[in-house]
Structures are given as structure tokens and as C-alpha cells.
């Protein structure tokens, strides 16, 4: 599976948006995107994923490039329980384990 | 619905001893799969069930590491004899094999809370 890029840490305001970025130049053609996160004393869960086309729900919205070489996680609404390290992953076609980058701890400023 | 469940939330044991750690997959979850995350890097998937049969163990990192999981319920994994680097949280996960959508990139993962291993 393809590995994936993203900024160490980034900071928000409380109860404003948040773009987490990801990159992922050598995405394959069958590559999914998965985005999970892990709050503070947990184990991961699940985000969002999208394979072409924006995908939102519940929790956030997904925002893949064109080219698919890079995505982009939405939070419309930081809050504080939003603070967590976000994992941007790619799974291959047929493939069921994950490779976690390094991530991005987001920190929510009250 | 209860979610994955890890058993012990915290072992230390000194080097040269055994752990034996143990996770609950949700129920009718064919799929479990071992992570972990040593010394402050990053999660590493170290193999993947289907049942009670291993269908990926690539990510094992020595003979040291030994996972079972009869019956294809729950899933123990011991590490025998434990060295100083095997310190880290251990993850479970599971998923539901879902026929057709696994195969098009949708398994969510259900990731239990870890088990974190301190060895001395």
C-alpha cells in the first residue's frame, strides 16, 4: 500500500472549521482513502473513506483531489472532543490491513 | 452493542517472562486483526484472521509473537519470552466480512483500547 504524508501537528479554534491534509503522490488507481483518529487512551476509529468523489458524513467530510494524489479531512465544527491524532490510510483493493502514517495531532484551542 | 474488548488494559512483566494478551471481537465479526505501536512510532498491523485461520501474518515480528484464536471468536496473543523492545501497545480490531464491499475498500475497523505492555 501507498504511504501518506501529513503535517505533524495543527491547531484550531474551538467551534471553527479544520482542514487536515494528506498527501499521497503514489496512490494506486484501486487505492482507498480512510481517515480514522485516536483520542487520548483509545485505540482508533473510524472517520470517514472515499475512493474519487467528496464524501461527507455525521462526523466530517472527505475532499480528494482531482488527481487523487491528495485528500483532505473537514471538521466543520472543531470541538474540544475533537482533539485526537488524525491517521490518513490507504487500503488497497481486496487488501484488509491498514498502514498508519505518523498523523496529525490536532490540538482544539477553547 | 458491546465493541471490541482488550484483557489486560495494562501488563508489566520482566524480560524473559510471558504475556498472553486477549481480545473480544464484536460478535459476528469474521475478521480480527493484531497492531501495535513500539516506542513511540507508529502502528504497525501485525496480522489479520479470517475465522480461526491466519490470513495474514506478514507483520509478525519473530517467532517470539504467537496468535491463536480457536473457535473464531476470541483471539489471544503471547509473546514468549518477552524482551525489553516488545514495550508498546497492542491493538485489536475487527470487522465484518461483508461479501463484495470488503473487496471494494470499505472494512471499517473496530479498533479495541489497546493493551499497553511494559517489560523490565
Known amino acids: 500500500d501507498a504511504k501518506t504524508t501529513q503535517p505533524n501537528s495543527m491547531e484550531s479554534n474551538e467551534e471553527e472549521p479544520v482542514h487536515l491534509p494528506c498527501n499521497h503522490s503514489t496512490i494506486s488507481g484501486t487505492d482507498y482513502i480512510h481517515w480514522y483518529r485516536q483520542l487520548p487512551s483509545q485505540g482508533p476509529e473510524y472517520v470517514i473513506h472515499?475512493?474519487?468523489s467528496n464524501v461527507n458524513n455525521r462526523m466530517a467530510s472527505l475532499a480528494i483531489a482531482e488527481d487523487r494524489k491528495s485528500s483532505t479531512l473537514i471538521l466543520h465544527r472543531a470541538t474540544l472532543r475533537d482533539a485526537a491524532v488524525y491517521y490518513c490510510?490507504?487500503?488497497?483493493?481486496?487488501?484488509?490491513?491498514?498502514?498508519f502514517g505518523t498523523g496529525t495531532s490536532l490540538t482544539v484551542i477553547p | 452493542e458491546a465493541g471490541v474488548t482488550q484483557f489486560p488494559s495494562h501488563s508489566v512483566i520482566e524480560k524473559g517472562q510471558t504475556v498472553t494478551l486477549r481480545c473480544d471481537p464484536i460478535s459476528g465479526h469474521d475478521n480480527l486483526y493484531w497492531y501495535r505501536r513500539v516506542m513511540g512510532k507508529e502502528i504497525k498491523f501485525l496480522l489479520h484472521f479470517v475465522k480461526e485461520s491466519k490470513q495474514d501474518e506478514s507483520g509478525m515480528p519473530n517467532n517470539r509473537f504467537l496468535a491463536e484464536r480457536t473457535g473464531g471468536t476470541y483471539s489471544t496473543l503471547k509473546v514468549q519470552p518477552a524482551e525489553l523492545e516488545d514495550s508498546g501497545v497492542y491493538f485489536c480490531?475487527?470487522?465484518?466480512?461483508?461479501?463484495?464491499?470488503?473487496?471494494?475498500?470499505?472494512?471499517?475497523?473496530?479498533f479495541g483500547p489497546g493493551t499497553r505492555l511494559t517489560v523490565l
Open positions: 480490531a475487527s470487522s465484518q466480512a461483508v461479501p463484495g464491499l470488503a473487496d471494494l475498500g470499505y472494512n471499517e475497523q473496530f
Open positions: 490510510i490507504l487500503r488497497g483493493f481486496g487488501g484488509n490491513q491498514f498502514y
Open positions: 472515499g475512493l474519487t
